[in-house]
């Protein structure tokens, strides 16, 4: 914890108080918790982001999609529009964010929304869907969730953060009790199996929740506009990352260990890129970046080397049937009242 974020602590204790109270005022019933029908799933976190939202999302639509009509809601962070907002596949990130756009991109027969007003997103999406999605919406407590899915990163744990803007924790750490579901993201390669035990035992787990570890999975191909290659077509050559992303170490170390031979321009979290950010990115050869970056970069570099790898997510221990089962299980229980 660096000097400042230290002399911010008493900050920290009023923000966390706040947002205690807000919590207790729902717990109580004093605030409406609205609940619907239509099974709705959110995946969220405590923290301020990086523990791979978006590859949930993306994993729970690849499995999910073949049997429910799904819905995709979402805030549609940094977009220049306000109010309700349909995704097409020619949306721009401008228009409706970066994340909502890939979702979409991905997934053409897909509805996807943004509002910042989940609840009017819910009512505008629910004759369309037979589950919804919600991207980043732990902490709207105006929406009950059928399904709570909790995400936190394997080399920072909620339990080892602090409130804002000391550490980097939405709310307290006592948040994680309205999750049904927690998903240790981003473990790395081979983790012990001992770490991954205490770590579980770390976490505290209420009775009902449960508990799976997932790792970063990245696809052997890069995709431009007019091409798709290999990712060993980088193997001789020097490009420039390029990540406007909360965490972009997992992916850097992943070109490290193939020995790729790149320099890094790090960007901001959904950075929007300026006419001298992007005068200086013409000047690169060779472009790779992360695909969420790609949605706002290529409308503005699409006459150049310009490509981005995709990632998934992978749940570890065999455990994948599981989680499938729990997700189908959560959504037909749901649904039968």
């Known amino acids: 914890m660096n000097l400042l974020r230290k002399i911010l602590f008493p ?20 605030l409406e918790s609205r609940t619907y029908k239509i099974p709705i799933i959110c995946v969220g976190n405590l923290t301020t982001g990086g523990t791979g939202k978006s590859p949930m999302i993306q994993y729970l639509v690849s499995f999910l999609k073949e049997d429910y009509e799904l819905a995709i ?15 097409l596949i020619d949306s721009t990130a401008e228009e ?25 997103g819910i009512e505008k999406l629910r004759s369309k869907a037979d589950a919804i999605l919600l991207d980043d919406a732990f902490q709207h407590r105006k929406v009950k969730a059928s399904t709570n899915i909790l995400l936190t990163s394997y080399d920072d744990l909620y339990i080892e953060d602090h409130i804002l803007p000391t550490g980097n924790l939405r709310e307290a750490r006592s948040g994680s009790k309205r999750a049904d579901i927690i998903v240790v993201t981003k473990c790395p390669e081979g983790a012990p199996y001992a770490k991954i035990q205490e770590i579980q035992f770390r976490l505290n787990l209420l009775p009902h929740q449960k508990i799976y570890f997932s790792k970063i999975g990245y696809d052997k191909l890069i995709y431009g506009v007019s091409e798709t290659l290999s990712i060993h077509y980088l193997q001789d050559k020097s490009f420039t990352l390029v990540t406007g992303i909360a965490k972009p170490e997992p992916l850097v170390t992943f070109l490290k260990r193939k020995q790729f ?33 790609y949605m706002r ?32 299980n959560r959504i037909e229980n749901h649904k039968k009242g």
Do not use: M
Not at 73 to 87: C, I
Not at 110 to 117: G, I, S
Not at 303 to 320: D, G, R, S, T
């Open 11 to 30: 900050f920290s204790i009023l923000y966390g108080g706040i947002t205690w109270l807000r919590n207790y005022f729902y717990d109580r019933g004093w």
């Open 73 to 87: 809601l979402s805030r549609g962070y940094k977009r220049r529009t306000k109010g309700f907002r349909e995704v």
């Open 96 to 120: 409706v964010g970066d994340e909502p756009l890939q979702f979409k991109q991905n997934f053409p027969k897909v509805t996807v929304a943004v509002c910042a007003n989940r609840r009017e």
């Open 261 to 293: 031979r790149f320099t890094h321009e790090k960007f901001p979290d959904h950075h929007h890129f300026s006419a001298s950010d992007i005068k200086k990115l013409k000047q690169k050869e060779i472009i790779l970046t992360t695909e969420k970056d």
């Open 297 to 328: 970069l290529q409308p503005k570099l699409e006459k150049f080397a310009l490509y981005y790898l995709p990632i998934k997510v992978l749940i570890l221990n065999e455990q994948e049937e599981f989680f499938k089962e729990t997700i189908f």
